[in-house]
């Protein structure tokens, strides 16, 4: 494949699940910056002490160094022959240090946004609930629990709604993430090197989609 697929989309939009069926179904890894900056809380490698320093300050991770942990991730040989990318780049910066890293590693760059309308977005956000002892994720709309308000797994626990799910910080979620994302889709499109995938049907069809899209 040689790729590196970056794909787009507004917290609840459903891009890390379609990522990740990428990865199981293909075979293609999916990078997450959640999951890399996971891993370096626990290596003792100089790039990692440096981003634990960060976290400890409590300071803002630079582009510079998210592309370094970027850069070290999918240096590894799992990548060879293409990877997805969830979560990076966030900004037009990081998109234009991600090409000299594609050219670096010999990938074609493709960009896919998942599109999904921000009224399904509110209500997909809105209506997350979570168990407290298993981290299970319910969405009263589209995955409710069998008993309402309790964990199908654990009787004893009852779902939480947690702050950030909330309509007012939804609102401020994705307001941000127009603001910071737009400037990205802008330049994607710009050099043609985008396509859109609606994000509001059914999973599979949705999967089915950008899996023709990767793969062409």
Known sequence: MDKVIVLIGAPGAGKGTQARLLQERRGIPQISTGDMFREMKTLETPLAREVQEIMVSGKLISDDVTYQVVR???????CENGYVLDGYPRTAIQAAQLEEL??????DIQAIEVHVPREELMRRLTGRRSCPVCGEIYNI???PPK?????DLHSEAELIHRADDFEEKV???LATYDELTKPLIDYYETLGRISKVEGSGDLETIYSEIERLVMK
């Open 72 to 78: 070290e991730r999918t240096s590894r040989e799992d």
């Open 102 to 107: 594609a050219k670096e590693q010999a990938k």
């Open 141 to 143: 709309h589209s995955k």
């Open 147 to 151: 008993i309402d308000g309790v964990c």
């Open 171 to 173: 609102a401020v979620r």
